[in-house]
């Protein structure tokens, strides 16, 4: 279609048609081009009919008519032919239609692509002078596109680039100028800049040379162009090419050039005889200048036959001063000179011998090394070796890292200073062998130059034609040669004649022809160079004519350099001239020089001077200084010159800091006389030179890119960085670092290019100073980091880059090993432990270590780290708790640890391990369940046991008390219990069961262990129910009977009796059981007492060799134990003594079994034993055995030291607790044991040691200890003295180094900081806060007593407020124009400090926020001036106004002076010198710190206990005094509350007298308007309900005329009379009954007509509906309009159609209507003064519930003051709080709003029916004015419309109608009354309906939320002053603003907002017929009615 309508449109153009024929494309009539400001740019794609233009802000195309157009053939009239009719489109949309020869057509920004687009415009034209299809031609394509470029390499595709490599460097470009010049650019590089002009592209490269196939096919349609580069340095070179001109496009790479191997030649021998044909050959290298270097090989034996290649750097020479051969019997092989750049060479020089398959190698005076090369041993070998270093590299049986073609070759290769040798001996048949040998040069010792580089440096100079002479000298330069080069040289000097072609005189010269002194051929001063360092030579000319003679002088350098220079000798003969005076500058348009101040420059005049004769030359530089450039200088007044060289010279030297900052003019003047003539010739030049602060000059040493070690220590020197300016003021310096160079472009940090772990942006750790210092294995290895160093001073910046390439540093070791459970298979019901240090790791290097456990799989199985283990995941150690494989899942696990340093290092170590599955569970039972106890035996069997390890053992425990009341947290299940049976046997013997727990039902818990050989078990729990025994029982007799069988059975020594012991242990068990259940009852007549030692004794006779056996004696202890208090001291000392006997012996079964759980289930029962004989020792003071305590806590370490073998270090922590103390144990290597306090805001009784640091400390990084902390309620040394004054728990602690092989060395740390929690000591009490008298700040204060020998005392404040006290002491209790003695301040975030130099609190060792020190020299003093022993001193606080009234609640106070008790054994006494108060003590806890020098000792050398213990006590505390009331304020009485409320019940009267006067009113009888005129043979009835708008001013009070227009016809315009009620008022809705004449159908629209009787011409009318009363159908309409008289149309009416009910409503209409209607319903406020009252929620409850709101949220309002009357508000901040809490207090009460409207709006009953009347008699003042004059009504309409009615049954229709409706109409002949009952209001579905007693609780919420909010806001505010009753004032205005004008009103808009979403109808908006029902009677059925 769219090519139809281009064809149609191109005919519309041409002038006539043609006929049919074939279609031939002609050319294109017009040439169109859109010139850039440098020319038309070009692709490859272009052609005639393809143009490109260049994208800019605006694209002007130009079209002119193309060549062969025809339009030099004019027409029939002599005019030239009609243009062509073209059509432009852009991107195939039309943009112009032109029919002109020339123009030109301007895309704007609109029209023209978006920039980075391609857009496509098209020209069709058609000839207007020719018939179609002829006048076709072809289109013109125009495409607008950006310039594109890529960068990239061509070669080498490696990306490893070596010094001097040809690196082949391509872009590509979309478009092309004849004016764009493409510039290269790379420092360091060869070349290192260039110029390329777009035109020098080249042809297409092939595919396979781009890196990538994305950049070949972009590049396949552009522009190729391609360099070569070389760069002579290592490190990062940046190539850059950019446009000269537009656009200004630039793009760069980044190319890393790596030091390598340069090739400098390869020699290669003839097959040589290995017996008979020796190899010797000598080299050397030597320096001949600075940049060249020599090299020479000489054959010394003759061999001959050599086959040499040099590279392309080197030059062949015989040099010039060495004989070549210099014998008969030597050979030169190469002989060569190369350039270099870097440092200065020495003289090298060595040897080389082959001699029966011996290689001697001789380099200088180093020792010779000689190299086997067995050629009949071994088929290949490899030798690396340099000399100094030995060899450390030898390969052989064919491992050659080199290609050879014969298996029998070996290869030689090493180093010497700058040169490397690779040699290469093949031997075949063993008899013959062919030597080859390549030389290369180590780059980084000597860069080789290219001969590119190297142009040759020579001057030309044409001396003129001497006086009166005939010939002249054409002299020449070139720089001094070495000796060994000046051969080289070839001159050759050709003269011409007239002709070019004649030859004149031709001379050839050499080196050695050089003239001395040839400078005085020609004027020193025009030599550019220095003439010392060249030779020169002269030719001598002979002048045949005045007329210079053209010669051409050819230099050449042996055979490989030649450069040809034509020099015209200058033979003329004139008089004295100066062709030339000029002052050089870089641009010769500038007239102004920028120099720098600290800078040396010089200014050079150009002077030439053409003059056959002598001259004498006169310069003179003078200096101005000068304003600017238009301003011409005082010329009076010179700058002193004294500093600068050469005034009088062509060439000035200007030395640093000669000129100040400033613009000056300087001059130069040459005066020019020949010799023997008075003439002189002048010339003149003159420049102004900017003089400017010179830039900073930051360097870092050491070069732009380094390489460092990883394990060395280097440094970031930048301390030559300097202002050359000046030396004065100081420069800053800032170091950065990142990874990622691009980020200093942008100076935006990544956290991800970070290089260290402390960096938090782009600046270094520590970016100040000149030198950074970075300590080893700082900054992880293989990795470059740019490091940039910004130095400044003032405005002026500068900085310096360094790239420093960091090695890589050695790997990590990781040391796994098994430390517990290391068996063949993992056993699961024991702990697996692990260590996997990494050996090689340093603390600097932070190693983090990550444990996975996987499958035999290699599957990571997920596993809960927490819960299983007791180190994590995360730790260089690992312990697994038991039974955690208890239920494997696969056969066998590896457990992986991988290790990961900061510095990027990693290592990983795989575990595997086969778990030992326990026994297959079956099933136990105890018969029988129910028992008595020591009347019934029980038995237990079990079945269904089996596994592949036997035999099994079956092992039966019945369960303790112990568990319950001994914790250890490191044990999983403690089964601890007295074991009733072990043995292979899975039944039991009969056996008697102790008694239950009575609290349980008698139930007793017993564990059967099944165990496998390798100790691994099943566990099965059972319950029996064990009741006391009968009382018919013998206990007595019992108990005898098993004290005797446990005699008999222990006395059984041999092993195979052990079960005999275990069952003696048991039997004892049940008699100590026994004892226990009658505790109060002797047997057999002996007290308890007795029969306890008796079991004790008993016990003891048990021997003990294994941990079941101490079991059993451990069980038989705490059980008897547990009734301490029956026991005497004798039973305790032998129960201890026992005890101490089971701990040495568990602790020697745990070094050799290494088990830990079994080990520390056993502890749980010892502990419980020593936690029931100690507080035995407690309970009897006086008796108390101080040997026996010691005993006790001897055993304790012995406890402790059996779980410190069963940690491993890192673990958490293991608590121990029973009943009256706790014992925490702690393992840790020395690197983690923190030298500080961590967060102690948690601590209560806490320990934190210090080592000793250094190397005499004996403590290295690995060094692990363990660390116990006692902790007793109760101190345990009551005999002691102190113990009444004892305010904090008492707390032990023990410090040992773990050694290798286990054993545990106490130590005693440098320094311990110990916290104890705080039991008591400190007097407490709130103090009164309130203003003071002048209520100028808030005060209050406290005084206590004091005497002569007070201390230090101490007391904090307390409070939740962030202000500073000023604490003020005074000396008494009168503070009436009393001074204060001393004064602090008392800050929260810092510690107190005096406030006046006489206060000095050095003594005082307690710091800290809000706490205060009253030092003992203060006290001291106050109590001595006073003269008396005691004296009050009282203590005020005081600071800014917070508080309005007096509080008690705001401020505690708390008083303590303490001291550190320290026990050093429990046979010393507490002393209180060894430790002191630390400064963190506060109220809660104790800070001590004990400080000791002891070595360590071992553990002979130690007391018994080494358990060191400390507590604190208190110092006598004063009694208090309150100040309160003598210091604070009275505050009076305010009523400004009880104002507000009585104003506000004021208002609310009088406003309830209008609500009440205007409901009545709208409950009275309402009108619906009857229109006067309507008749009663009328057929149509139709109630018409219109709707005023609600903005201001929408109502009127003109005559308003209504015309229906239905289906079938339109009636008359009718007047809408109805006075005199109101109507079309703002918001009203105004109901009509218009009748009709005849049946209008279906209304399709109404018109509105408005008469100009009125005040108010304007009418909003909103919306209107039409219902008709016969069918009760109704319309819908939405007018939305204005409506107003126009005085030039007063006929001028409106139409209205019906709105489809299908058709979405406008979003924006439908909102304001919703939202209307919520403000008159829904608005609290709002809706009491609405014009209308909709629905059944009258005013006056509208008003009483507002009333309700304001009393609540004034209420809420004053108590948001009173619970914030504590708070700190400074004076500028509190209205502003105010204004936030009157904020807050409105949204916390609008649930209370928003449920009593609910329960009033949805509660009401439906109205009574209102009556409508029509009025009986119409007084005519009215009616007549609703007339229209006869004219208007004939203008308008005076009939209504008919349609035809065809239809017979339409006529029937209509008929019956009319007659039904005149049977039940409402008028009468008479026009008599007649009455509508309507419902006015019917509750929508869509509402809820309450029930109807909500409405009185609604009245009663009112009520008493009114009442109540009276009461407690006057109640409150009487005890406010005035201030906080202004602020509670404006807090609650601000939420009555809030409620009214900001939340009812956003609520109405918000719902409004959110119902607009979906597509609303005309049904969704309120209307009357949805709320109305409307029923019509006739007058006389409505009297019969009544």
Same mark, same amino acid.
């Given at each position: ?1177 407690? *309970? &009897?003071?006086? $008796?108390? #055995? ?5 005993? /006790? !806590? =001897? ?5 402790? %030291? ?48 210090? *080592? &000793?640091?250094? $190397?005499? #400390? ?5 060094? /692990? !200890? =363990? ?5 007793? %309620? ?713």
């Amino acid at each position: 279609m769219a090519a139809l309508l281009l064809l149609l449109q191109l005919l519309a153009c041409c002038r006539r048609g043609s006929a049919a024929s074939p279609v031939r494309l002609q050319p294109s009539p017009l040439r169109v081009s859109c010139p850039d400001p440098h020319g038309q740019v070009f692709q490859r794609q272009d052609n005639e009919h393809r143009v490109s233009c260049l994208w800019n802000s605006t694209v002007t195309l130009h079209y002119q008519p193309a060549s062969g157009a025809g339009l030099e053939v004019e027409g029939e009239e002599g005019q030239p032919p009609s243009p062509p009719c073209c059509l432009w489109y852009l991107n195939s949309a039309s943009l112009r239609n032109i029919s002109r020869w020339s123009g030109q057509v301007v895309l704007q920004t609109g029209e023209a692509p978006s920039p980075g687009a391609s857009s496509l415009l098209t020209v069709q034209c058609s000839s207007a002078s020719c018939a179609a299809p002829e006048c076709f031609h072809h289109n013109v394509s125009v495409e607008i596109v950006e310039q594109d470029m890529r960068l990239f390499v061509l070669w080498p595709q490696t990306h490893v680039i070596q010094v001097w490599q040809p690196v082949e460097l391509g872009w590509c470009a979309r478009l092309k100028n004849a004016g764009w010049q493409y510039r290269f650019s790379s420092r360091g590089g060869a070349p290192s800049t260039l110029l390329l002009p777009s035109s020098e592209h080249q042809d297409t490269t092939s595919p396979t040379v781009y890196p990538t196939v994305e950049l070949q096919q972009t590049c396949a349609t552009y522009y190729i162009y391609r360099l070569t580069v070389r760069y002579r340095h290592p490190g990062i070179n940046v190539a850059l090419v950019n446009i000269e001109q537009m656009p200004h496009i630039s793009f760069n790479l980044s190319l890393k050039v790596e030091p390598d191997l340069v090739h400098v030649l390869s020699i290669s021998s003839k097959l040589l005889s290995v017996p008979q044909q020796p190899l010797s050959l000598s080299w050397w290298l030597q320096p001949l200048t600075l940049s060249t270097l020599a090299y020479r090989l000489v054959d010394t034996q003759a061999v001959g036959g050599w086959l040499c290649s040099y590279s392309s750097f080197t030059l062949s020479s015989n040099f010039c001063v060495i004989s070549t051969p210099q014998s008969l019997n030597e050979i030169v092989v190469a002989s060569v000179y190369f350039h270099v750049g870097g440092e200065r060479f020495e003289k090298l020089m060595g040897k080389l011998h082959l001699l029966n398959g011996t290689l001697s190698l001789t380099a200088g005076k180093e020792t010779p090394i000689h190299v086997s090369l067995c050629p009949g041993k071994s088929n290949s070998s490899t030798y690396i070796f340099r000399y100094n270093q030995g060899t450390f590299y030898t390969s052989k049986d064919s491992n050659s890292t080199f290609s050879t073609d014969c298996p029998n070759t070996h290869t030689v290769f090493y180093q010497y200073k700058e040169l490397s040798y690779l040699l290469s001996i093949e031997f075949l048949a063993l008899q013959w062998y062919k030597f080859k040998m390549y030389l290369y040069m180590n780059q980084k010792r000597a860069l080789i130059r290219s001969l590119a580089e190297r142009d040759l440096d020579v001057h030309v100079f044409s001396s003129g034609r001497p006086f009166l002479q005939n010939f002249s000298y054409l002299v020449w330069f070139i720089p001094t040669q070495h000796p060994m080069l000046q051969c080289e040289w070839t001159f050759h000097l050709q003269l011409f004649g007239t002709k070019k072609d004649h030859i004149v005189q031709s001379s050839t010269y050499t080196y050695s022809d050089h003239v001395k002194n040839a400078t005085r051929f020609v004027r020193r001063s025009a030599l550019p160079f220095d003439a010392e360092q060249y030779t020169g030579f002269v030719a001598k000319v002979n002048c045949t004519s005045s007329a210079p003679t053209p010669a051409l002088l050819s230099v050449r350098v042996n055979n490989h350099t030649e450069k040809t220079i034509e020099a015209p000798v200058v033979c003329e003969k004139k008089e004295c001239w100066i062709s030339r005076c000029w002052i050089q500058r870089p641009d010769p348009k500038s007239i102004i020089l920028y120099k720098k101040r600290a800078l040396e420059f010089f200014l050079f005049v150009k002077l030439n001077i053409e003059c056959h004769i002598g001259i004498s030359i006169k310069s003179l530089w003078q200096v101005y200084p000068a304003k600017d450039t238009k301003t011409e200088p005082d010329w009076s007044k010179p700058v002193n010159t004294s500093r600068m060289f050469g005034i009088k010279m062509i060439h000035l030297t200007i030395p640093a800091n000669t000129l100040d900052y400033g613009l000056y003019l300087f001059t130069y003047t040459a005066e020019v006389i020949p010799i023997k003539t008075s003439t002189v010739l002048k010339a003149y030049d003159m420049i102004y030179v900017q003089i400017e602060r010179a830039d900073l000059l930051a360097n870092i040493s050491g070069g732009s890119v380094r390489t460092v070690g990883f394990s060395e220590s280097w440094t970031l020197d930048g301390s030559e960085s300097s202002d050359p300016d000046s030396q004065e003021g100081p420069l800053t310096f800032t170091w950065y670092c990142t990874k990622d160079s691009a980020e200093y472009q942008t100076m935006k940090f990544n956290m991800k290019n970070r290089c260290h772990p402390f960096q938090k942006d782009l600046r270094w750790i520590t970016p100040s100073g000149p030198i950074q210092k970075i300590p080893p294995e700082s900054l992880p290895g293989s990795t470059l980091y740019y490091f940039r160093l910004v130095i400044q001073k003032g405005i002026r910046k500068a900085y310096a880059d360094q790239i420093v390439e960091v090695d890589p540093g050695p790997p990590l070791i990781l040391d796994v090993k098994c430390l517990e459970n290391c068996g063949r298979s993992l056993i699961p019901t024991e702990r697996y432990a692990l260590s996997g240090k990494c050996s090689n790791c340093k603390l600097s290097n932070r190693p983090l270590y990550y444990w996975s456990l996987f499958s035999d799989t290699s599957k990571e199985i997920p596993f809960d780290w927490a819960s299983k283990t007791s180190t994590g995941r995360s730790g260089a150690y690992m312990s697994i708790h038991a039974l955690t494989f208890t239920k494997p899942a696969y056969q066998s696990y590896v457990l992986h640890l991988s290790v990961t340093t900061w510095d990027g290092r990693s290592s990983s170590f795989k575990t595997p391990f086969s778990v030992n599955t326990p026994p297959r569970a079956g099933r136990c039972n105890i018969k029988p369940r129910y028992g008595i106890a020591f009347l019934t035996k029980f038995v237990v069997k079990c079945r269904g046991f089996s596994d592949s390890h036997l035999p099994l053992t079956y092992k039966v425990i019945v369960a303790s008390k112990v568990p319950q009341t001994t914790t250890v947290t490191s044990v999983v299940e403690n089964t601890f219990g007295t074991i009733l049976y072990f043995g292979s046997e899975p039944r039991t013997p009969p056996s008697f069961l102790p008694v239950g727990v009575p609290s349980r039902w008698y139930s007793l818990t017993l564990y059967v262990q099944v165990r496998d050989s390798f100790g691994a078990f099943t566990q099965v729990n059972l319950r029996a129910h064990v009741s006391s025994p009968l009382k018919t029982q013998s206990l007595s007799a019992v108990f005898r009977q098993l004290l005797a069988s446990a005699s008999r059975l222990s006395m059984s020594a041999s092993t195979q009796q052990t079960g005999d012991r275990l069952r003696a242990g048991y039997l004892v068990y049940l008699a100590a059981s026994l004892l226990n259940y009658i505790k109060n009852t002797p047997i057999g007549q002996l007290p308890q007492a007795r029969l306890r030692e008796t079991v004790v004794k008993t016990a003891l006779n048990i021997s003990v060799n294994s941990i079941m056996e101490v079991n059993q004696v451990v069980a038989v202890l705490s059980e008897v134990t547990e009734a301490v208090e029956k026991m005497n001291v004798r039973s305790q000392d032998l129960a201890i003594g026992k005890l101490t006997e089971v701990t040495g012996i568990l602790k020697r079964q745990r070094s050799q079994i290494h088990w830990s759980e079994e080990a520390e289930i056993q502890t749980s029962g010892i502990l419980r034993c020593l936690s029931n004989v100690l507080r035995a020792d407690l *309970l &009897r003071l006086k $008796n108390v #055995s101080a040997n026996g305590i010691q005993r /006790v !806590f =001897s055993i304790m370490e012995g406890v402790t %030291d059996i779980v410190f073998w069963g940690k491993v270090p890192e673990e958490i922590e293991t608590l121990i607790e029973t009943g009256h103390w706790n014992i925490t144990l702690k393992k840790n290597e020395a690197w983690k044991m923190t030298d500080y306090l961590l967060d102690t805001s948690t601590c209560h009784n806490c320990f934190y040691p210090t *080592l &000793r640091k250094g $190397n005499g #400390s004996g403590v290295t990084p690995d060094t /692990v !200890f =363990s660390t116990a902390i006692f902790e007793f %309620d109760e101190s345990p040394f009551p005999w002691l003295g102190h113990t009444s004054d004892i305010i904090s728990m008492v707390i032990g602690f023990k410090m040992a180094e773990t050694k290798a092989n286990g054993d545990l060395v106490p130590i005693m740390p440098e320094r311990a900081d110990l916290f104890l929690a705080r039991k008591g000591g400190v007097v407490t009490f709130h103090l009164v806060m309130g203003p003071d008298k002048t209520e100028a700040y808030t005060t209050g204060g406290f005084s206590f007593e004091i005497s002569k020998t007070a201390t230090n005392i101490y007391f904090q404040i307390m409070t939740k407020l962030k202000v500073t006290f000023k604490v003020l002491i005074f000396s008494g209790t009168n503070l009436t124009h009393a001074q204060p003695v001393a004064s602090f301040a008392a800050f929260h975030n810092k510690p107190t400090a005096a406030s006046g130099n006489e206060t000095t609190t050095a003594d005082c060792s307690i710091t800290g926020p809000y706490i205060v020190c009253l030092p003992e020299s203060l006290l001291t003093s106050i109590v001595q001036k006073s003269g008396i022993d005691t004296q009050n001193i009282s203590v005020v606080l005081e600071t800014h106004y917070i508080l309005r009234y007096p509080n008690r609640k705001v401020v505690s106070i708390y008083i303590f002076n303490d001291q550190c008790l320290f026990l050093n054994g429990i046979g010393s006494q507490w002393s209180k010198d060894t430790c002191v108060m630390g400064p963190l003590t506060d109220w809660e806890k104790v800070h001590c710190i004990c400080v000791s020098m002891r070595n360590r000792r071992s553990l002979s050398a130690l007391p018994a206990s080494n358990i060191k213990f400390l507590a604190a006590k208190v110092v006598v505390l004063p009694n208090t005094v309150d100040l309160g009331r003598n210091l604070i304020a009275d505050i009076p009485k305010n009523p400004l509350t009880l104002i507000t409320v009585l104003s506000i019940f004021a208002i609310y009267l009088l406003l309830c007298c209008w609500a009440i006067r205007r409901d009545r009113v709208e409950r009275e009888i309402k009108y619906i308007i009857v229109l006067p005129d309507n008749e009663a043979s009328d057929e149509g009835s139709f109630l018409v309900t219109l709707y005023t708008g609600s903005r201001w001013n929408a109502g009127t009070k003109v005559e308003v005329f209504l015309q229906l227009i239905g289906q079938y016809g339109r009636s008359k315009f009718r007047c809408l009379w109805h006075q005199p009620s109101p109507a079309f008022q703002r918001g009203s809705i105004d109901c009509f009954l218009i009748t009709t004449t005849r049946k209008l159908g279906d209304i399709r629209s109404f018109r509105i007509r408005l008469n100009n009787n009125g005040k108010s011409p304007t009418w909003f009318l909103s919306r209107a509906e039409v219902e008709d009363m016969s069918t009760r159908k109704a319309w819908f309409f939405l007018c939305r309009k204005w409506l107003f008289l126009d005085k030039n149309n007063p006929l001028r009416y409106w139409k209205f159609s019906v709105t489809d009910p299908q058709t979405p409503l406008p979003k924006f209409d439908y909102f304001l209507i919703n939202f209307n209607r919520r403000l008159t319903e829904y608005h609290l406020w709002l809706s009491i003064f609405a014009p209308v009252m909709a629905g059944a929620f009258t005013r006056f409850q509208r008003l009483s519930t507002f009333l309700a709101v304001i009393l609540f949220t004034l209420l809420v309002n004053i108590m948001f003051f009173n619970a914030e009357k504590d708070n700190e508000t400074p004076i500028y901040l509190r209205y502003l709080r105010s204004i936030t809490v009157g904020i807050e207090c409105a949204l916390l009460t609008l649930p209370v709003e928003m449920l009593i409207i609910a329960l009033f709006k949805y509660s009401q009953k439906d109205p009574p029916p209102v009556v409508t009347k029509m009025y009986p008699k119409v007084d005519s003042r009215y009616w007549n004015n609703c007339i229209i004059s006869e004219k208007d009504a004939n203008v308008i309409d005076t009939d209504e419309e008919k349609m035809t009615v065809n239809s017979p049954q339409m006529g029937r229709r209509s008929q019956k109608s009319s007659s039904s409706f005149m049977e039940g109409g409402i008028f009468s002949k008479g026009r008599r009354l007649s009455t509508t009952i309507r419902q006015l209001r019917k509750i929508p579905d869509t509402e809820p309906l309450l029930c109807w007693w909500c409405v009185p609780v609604a009245w009663g919420l009112v009520l008493s939320i009114t009442v109540l909010s009276s009461f407690f806001i006057v109640l409150y505010g009487l005890s406010y002053g005035y201030q906080t009753s202004q602020e509670w004032l404006i807090a609650s205005g601000t939420s009555f603003l809030q409620n009214v004008f900001f939340n009812s009103i956003l609520k109405s808009l918000l719902f409004s907002a959110i119902s607009t979403i979906r597509p609303k109808y005309s049904e969704d908006i309120r209307w009357v017929t949805q709320e109305k029902h409307v029923e019509i009677n006739s007058a006389e059925e409505t009297q019969r009615g009544t």
